[in-house]
């Protein structure tokens, strides 16, 4: 017992040693690796082969000069990233992020994170994550178009439909996938539609990956509520972002009959209590590209506060849908404090650890971003399948996948905690079954 607990403990803190200044990486790798000790009782063999060392090293990390001219000529130098965490089960597959906070170790806690999600949908893809420190806020159409192209002429050798399928993430929305597919066939000479995702339908997309996260996120806790013999229905909701995963979390939560009091970006928080007008604030964020504080100048009912806290504002459902640590302890303290009946992240890695624990220990139905967010990757793979058949399914065909795949994932987590002795708690279940998966297929690998 206690051998497993210390083995685990050292895993741990050779990843602190060996990867330093990389808090978010810590971070991720200890909240997985705390969950493990139960599989490797159960599953000596595992320890033997070294799966969870070799699983928290990535199996490559490129980093690489992306230099571009603004529209005035002047010259900008950004650091490109790509890590590639995991490929026991399928090639690399995980989004692009550009944000200025972009740096190594974040790009590789999303990618460890990768690793699991991935595993826990059932499609064969393995885990990576990439991204740069540009920040497309404020540039014009030009210069994003011109970083992407210079983005990708470093990126494609690394790239291909059975190597390593990109997508979208904070900051990397249909317009840049647009400008990086475009560099990618050019320089290529190949319309290899499968080596990236989330790309418009119109030219190999897939219907519903635009709003796959955001949906599934929903569909993940309607199934922790009914689990609890509870609807989303007439609940009243907070949702936190008002990017890609956000906007699309609030349209199906308003879809089931729910009311969404309030949404935020990195800016401030705008609440409602009539309800978030949706439509408004699409147009902001996605056409005119402008800040949620515009909200309450267009609907006096709602009041703007520039740097609020969201978490404060009393819901019944709470769905983090922004950035990583943007939900810590006292936030979740007040979200319990305030009746808060379940958390369903759309975002990778919001709650802090103490946050978790709070929510945990308070009893609140919380879905991990690695269980809840998955639906996003997993239409993604929806998308390679229909690029693969040349095929493009229908709206409501892909969205049943979708559901039905979300469903899948809460009943394997569910499964899962309750087979390793932690009945309802979604962070063991989850970590446990994209553990599992992997650990499998690595072992039958060999020493690779
Ligand atoms: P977007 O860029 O579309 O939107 C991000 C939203 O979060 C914006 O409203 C942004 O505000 C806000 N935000 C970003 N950084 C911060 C910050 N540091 N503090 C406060 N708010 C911030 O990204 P997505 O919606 O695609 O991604 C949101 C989250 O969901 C991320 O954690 C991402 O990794 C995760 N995710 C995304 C998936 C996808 O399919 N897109 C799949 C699975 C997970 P502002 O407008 O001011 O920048």
Redesign the pocket.
Known sequence: MAEIDARIENIIQDVIRRNPGESEFHQAVTEVAETLAPVLRKYPHYAEHKIIERICEPERQIIFRVPWQDDSGEVHINRGFRVGFNSALGPYKG?LRF?R?VNLGIVKF?GFEQVFKNAITGMPIGGAKGGADFDP?GRSDDEVMRFCQSFMTELYRHLGEFTDVPA????V?AREIGYLFGQYKRITNRYESGVLTGKNPSWGGSLVRKEA?GYGVVYFVEEMLKARGETIEGKTCVVS??????IYAIEKLEALGARVVAC????GVVHDPRGIRLDTVQRI?EVERGRISAYADEHPQAAYQPAGNIWSIPCEVALP????N?LDEASARALIANGCIAVGE???MPTTPGGVRALLEAGVAYGP?KAA?AG??ATSALEMQQNASRDAWTFEYTEQRLHEIMKDIHRHCHETAEEFASPGNHVVGSNILGFLRVAEAMVAFGVI
């Open positions: 989004g944000h906070s999303l806020r979208g993430d904070i900051g929305g996260t972002g008002s990017g890609n995963v956000a935020s970006d990195s800016d964020k849908c922004a950035t990583q943007e759309g975002a990778n971003g967010n996003g990757v």
